[in-house]
């Protein structure tokens, strides 16, 4: 098993930034990348960011050049944050962790509740 802890989240005014960051505990060994998805009322959940054990990474098109996700790695724990600037009110969203594990089913986080005023 694997677990996400999410923080970060709040209440920011448009152009502002916010860090999330998800933190990654027991079976890490086995998890494949981890990412963050949104999701914001009435709309599916979508992609934001992925980043792979490789360190190869993945935006969606809205986010680029203003998200940025890294990773930290120890021996008991990842981390996984990501780094908005320059929030737009179409980024208000649930943002939940998530990690991709190399055989069984994925691994969410609680989710954390980001809002951008305007």
């Known amino acids: 098993q694997v677990q996400l802890v999410e923080s970060g989240g709040g209440l920011v005014q448009a152009g502002e930034s916010l860090r999330l960051s998800c933190a990654a505990s027991?079976?890490?060994?086995?998890?494949?990348?981890m990412g963050w998805y949104r999701q914001a009322p009435g709309k599916q959940r979508e992609l934001v960011a992925a980043i792979a054990s490789s360190g190869s990474t993945n935006y969606a098109d809205s986010v680029k050049g203003r998200f940025t996700i890294s990773i930290s790695r120890d021996n008991a724990k990842n981390t996984v944050y990501l780094q908005m600037n320059s929030l737009k009110p179409e980024d208000t969203a649930v943002y939940y962790c998530?990690?991709?594990?190399?055989?069984?089913?994925?691994?969410w986080g609680q989710g954390t509740q980001v809002t951008v005023s305007s």
């Open positions: 027991g079976r890490i060994f086995s998890i494949n990348a």
């Open positions: 998530h990690a991709d594990p190399r055989w069984g089913s994925d691994y």
